[in-house]
Nanobody, 120 residues
Framework: QVQLVESGGGLVQAGGSLRLSCAASGSIFSINAMGWYRRAPGKQRELVATITSGGSTNYADSVKGRFTISRDNAKNTVYLQMNSLKPEDTAVYYC??????????????WGQGTQVTVSS
């Protein structure tokens, strides 16, 4: 199994910044894609950003130019730098990691979620 520990959420004023981190541990031989998703109140979960093992990134249109996803492969950690935050970014943010264990098992793991609240 794979465990994910998220950190970095909080309350910030509009225009401010936050940095989310997600560290993976457990039965990990290799990590493929890592990503961040979010669920706002009353809405479905949506993709925020993803990054492949090769460093290719993909962003939701709503965050392009404001958010940056990165990863530290040595630490099995993915980051989300969020700048110019808007009230509509308020949501619970979830980390997702696609990995393979030492015995070849594939894992699709989710973090517990971290609250991001942007006040106007």
């Amino acid at each position: 199994q794979v465990q994910l520990v998220e950190s970095g959420g909080g309350l910030v004023q509009a225009g401010g910044s936050l940095r989310l981190s997600c560290a993976a541990s457990g039965s990990i031989f290799s990590i493929n894609a890592m990503g961040w998703y979010r669920r706002a109140p009353g809405k479905q979960r949506e993709l925020v950003a993803t990054i492949t093992s090769g460093g290719s990134t993909n962003y939701a249109d709503s965050v392009k130019g404001r958010f940056t996803i990165s990863r530290d492969n040595a630490k099995n950690t993915v980051y989300l730098q969020m700048n110019s935050l808007k009230p509509e970014d308020t949501a619970v943010y979830y980390c997702n990691v696609e990995s393979r264990g030492v015995k070849g098992l594939q894992y699709d793991s989710w973090g517990q979620g971290t609250q991001v609240t942007v006040s106007s």
